[in-house]
């Protein structure tokens, strides 16, 4: 049996390619169902309804009332897929939204409660809309990290939101890239003071708030206010959150749980390299299962191994030489990964 961390992608992972994912692989008719009444009672559209769309609407399932919900569901139903006799799952992450799915799959909450806290803070996010982020890559294109310009980009950042009536702070550590949030004053000034990587860095993402920072605080107030104390339980399964902590089994505050999940996780920066570092070395697992949706999540998990010098990896052709010989990441987004760890299907050797 082959142990994993499962890791839960957040928001922009629905995309065209992934329209009609719930249909082709959520395991469980039943609590779709239950998913989409939540939706209908609150007056949204049904996630079956969306993700059975006869074609993806960009401006409809990127935003956040209905992206949330999606992320989530997929993720839910790919996390519930995974073969329980051939893989044993040591603990979950996830990276931003793919927080509160990992609640959902650590058992910190119910999948119902899951629902309602993912579906329930994108709601208010989108209602918000406060702020924008950009996404810019500090590695080289051999994943070699490149510290002075790490440095050099966070020192520009810090100059930027010094400036009058601009904002621009670090929102998520997401291996070799940087996702910068803050208002359009600060993320224009960012785009016009770096050279163009790749022909698409720096990348505004469409649809995102200032996730992880200060600018979010009235989203955090108003998700305290909305989602009680009493939706969250022990986890069945260590939790490494975005600073790095873990939250085990038998021994969670859980008012501490809730403050984190409602308050620092909404308005400060999420780690994701720590929380993948932290998976590393504390669980060692044979595998790295990434859930559904999307695989644009891969690269930063495989980004953050070699920033962790785990098993020696030290750059891109380091981890593909590892992938290849033995995999250690797996993305359930891609089909031919998928039945590497589903029921039915032939399993990693």
């Known amino acids: 049996m082959k142990t994993a961390v499962v890791i839960c992608p957040g928001r922009g992972t629905y995309n065209a390619a992934e329209l009609g994912y719930l249909a082709r692989h959520f395991p469980d008719p039943g609590l779709l169902s239950r ?12 996630l ?21 919900g999606l992320i989530y569901a ?45 579906n329930t803070m994108g709601t208010l996010m989108h209602e918000a809309l406060i702020g924008g982020q950009l996404i810019h890559p500090w590695m080289d294109d ?20 010094g400036r009058r009536d601009h904002t621009l702070s670090l929102s998520i550590d ?57 939706l969250f339980a022990q986890p069945d399964l260590p939790m490494i959150d975005g600073r790095g902590a873990v939250w085990w089994p038998g021994a969670s505050d859980l008012a501490d749980l809730r403050h984190y999940t409602l308050g620092a996780q909404v308005v400060e920066p999420y780690d994701f390299t720590r929380a ?22 891969g690269g930063a998990v495989a980004q953050s191994l070699v920033l962790a010098d785990w ?10 030489h590892h992938q290849e010989k033995q995999p250690l990441l797996v993305s359930m987004g891609l089909d031919d990964q998928r039945g590497l760890v589903t029921q039915g299907e032939s399993h990693v050797s």
């Open 35 to 46: 998913l989409d009444a939540m939706r209908r009672d609150l007056g949204q559209e049904p």
């Open 48 to 68: 079956s309804a969306l993700d059975g769309a006869a074609r993806f609407s960009l401006s409809k399932h990127s935003r956040g009332d209905n992206a949330s």
């Open 74 to 118: 997929a993720t839910l139903g790919d996390f519930l897929s995974i073969d329980r006799d051939e893989i044993k799952i040591v603990a979950v992450t996830g990276n931003s939204m793919g927080w509160y799915s990992a609640l959902a799959c650590g058992g910190a909450l119910s999948s119902e409660d899951g629902f309602r806290v993912t």
């Open 142 to 161: 051999d994943w070699a990290p490149q510290p002075a310009r790490r440095e050099a980009l966070l020192s520009l950042m810090a100059q930027i939101d």
């Open 174 to 230: 997401l291996g070799g890239m940087l996702v910068l949030a803050g208002n359009e004053a600060g993320l224009s000034a960012f785009e016009a003071s770096v050279d163009p990587v790749q022909g698409r860095f720096p990348m505004r993402l469409g649809n995102h708030a200032a996730f992880h920072t200060a600018l979010q605080a009235p989203v955090a107030e108003r998700g305290q206010e909305k989602l009680p104390q009493g």
């Open 276 to 297: 993948i570092t932290v998976a590393a070395r504390e669980f060692a697992p044979d595998l790295f299962i990434v859930t559904g949706p999307g695989t644009t999540l």
């Open 311 to 320: 098993k020696g990896m030290s750059d891109k052709a380091a981890f593909k």
